[in-house]
């Protein structure tokens, strides 16, 4: 896995993810939206250390789409709870998981442009995890850019 470089959109970040090796949020991100592509296998461990690393790291939307997307909802909404002690959840840090299973990915990425929002949050900064083979940041930003 290798963390682009900025892109001129100053709210999009993208991490290729090849192989099941840690991933590092980028510490910019503070309260952000996460759409989440699985496009290859990914073990059910380290999608566990990813959603609680989105989390901690102040993850307020997650948004899954390809292989197995509903699991990455379920994922996301349990490292959520563990993260609260399975206690309340503060209204400003509960976390707003979708999944995109009859979407394309066209129409997933236009949804997470224009229409996340958490509470009185309007999030404008996106993590893109791209869970595959072969890099295509330009593709997705391009996407993101013209939804």
Not at 54 to 64: P, R, V
Request: proline share 3%.
């Amino acid at each position: 896995m290798r963390r682009a470089s900025p892109s001129a959109f100053k709210m999009f970040r993208y991490i290729f993810a090849p192989t099941d090796i840690p991933v590092s949020i980028p510490t910019e991100l503070t309260k952000f939206k996460c759409l989440i592509l699985i496009e290859r296998e990914v073990s059910e461990e380290h999608q566990w250390e990813v959603s609680k690393a989105l989390i901690k790291a102040g993850c307020l939307y997650s948004l899954a789409w390809g292989i197995d997307c509903y699991s990455w909802d379920e994922s996301v909404d349990y490292a959520c709870m563990e993260h609260y002690d399975y206690g309340d959840i503060p209204d400003e840090e509960y976390v707003m998981t979708t999944w995109h299973e009859t979407d394309t990915l066209e129409e997933t990425i236009e949804f997470a442009k224009n229409c996340t929002q958490n509470s009185d949050v309007k999030l404008e900064d996106i993590l893109v995890l791209d869970f595959v083979k072969k890099e295509r940041e330009t593709l997705i930003e391009g996407i993101y850019l013209k939804a």
